[in-house]
């Protein structure tokens, strides 16, 4: 049966499968884990969508003031397990540099959320059985750096990486105002916080080619930061494996 990357779930617009990405060792499998923007417009009809595909673990990377203006519906379901990892907790880009403001994001959150990225990496690996979602606000940055290691661990070759990331584009176009006016409301500066939702090619390129210049390989990164070997086999089969 053909699999569709992207799921048009009511109440979202960036929910998409980190399956049919080739590597080495086949394609990356379909239904195992999802990326996704923010969750809390679900009605009954898309939380039940989203159950239905397979979801036992949703992982929030919001941090408490998303949480507070936007409940996640599955925070208290009874049959999804919920986490709130908050990613970039006490991170901001400098809106006053020319350079690439989202780059340096993704570089801060490297070195300096390991302990976060972490986390959210083993929750993935020791999930039980089913569909694991993680998702931020627009399923852009959080989730797009969380993504992106979890593609280059098992291979998924850069131009596919770069690809899944600016993809987000297109999908948030219609929110983009929404999501400004949210950020707005928790005290954001309106014209500098546009300049944070692109999702061009060359940042999320950029960002693996730091990556490989300052720590070697994802993989290499991922024991750095802490991860055991069985974490890392265990993520390997989540995404490559049979079962």
């Known amino acids: 049966m053909h699999q ?9 617009h960036n929910v998409r499968d980190l399956g049919g990405y080739a590597t080495a060792a086949g ?14 417009k679900l009605d009954e009809t898309g939380i039940g969508n989203l159950v239905d595909t397979g979801v036992k673990t949703v992982i929030d990377l919001r941090h408490t003031d998303e949480l ?31 350079g690439d403001l989202l780059l340096e994001l993704y570089r801060l959150t490297l070195q300096s959320r390991q302990a976060a990225i972490a986390e959210i990496l083993t929750l993935i690996a020791a999930a039980p059985e089913g569909v694991v979602l993680f998702h931020c606000t627009a399923g852009k940055d ?12 098992v291979g ?5 990486i770069v690809a899944d990331y600016a993809q987000t584009a297109d999908l948030i176009a219609p929110i983009i105002a929404e999501i400004t006016a949210g950020a707005v409301a928790r005290g954001a500066d309106p014209d500098s916080f546009r300049r944070l939702l692109a999702s061009e090619p060359e940042t ?7 990556i490989d210049a300052e720590y ?12 055991e070997a069985t974490t890392i086999e265990r993520l390997r089969q989540r995404l490559l494996g049979d079962n």
């Not at 569709?4 to 979202?12: D, N, Q, S, Y």
């Not at 397990?81 to 809106?95: I, Q, T």
């Not at 998924?156 to 596919?160: A, F, H, L």
């Not at 070697?216 to 991860?227: A, K, N, P, Q």
């Open 204 to 210: 999320m390129a950029a960002t693996l080619a730091f």
């Open 142 to 153: 959080r989730t797009g750096i969380i993504a992106a290691l979890l593609l280059g661990l």
């Open 68 to 98: 507070a203006h936007q409940p996640n519906p599955f925070a208290t379901h009874d049959t999804v397990a919920y986490h709130n990892v908050s990613l970039l907790d006490g991170l901001a880009p400098d809106l006053m540099s020319e």
């Open 4 to 12: 569709t990357r992207h799921l048009p779930i009511p109440g979202t």
């Open 156 to 160: 998924v070759e850069p131009d596919d």
């Open 27 to 40: 394609s990356t499998r379909f239904r195992r884990i999802l990326r996704a923007d923010a969750l809390h």
């Open 216 to 227: 070697g390989s994802v993989e290499r990164y991922l024991e750095l930061i802490g991860l």
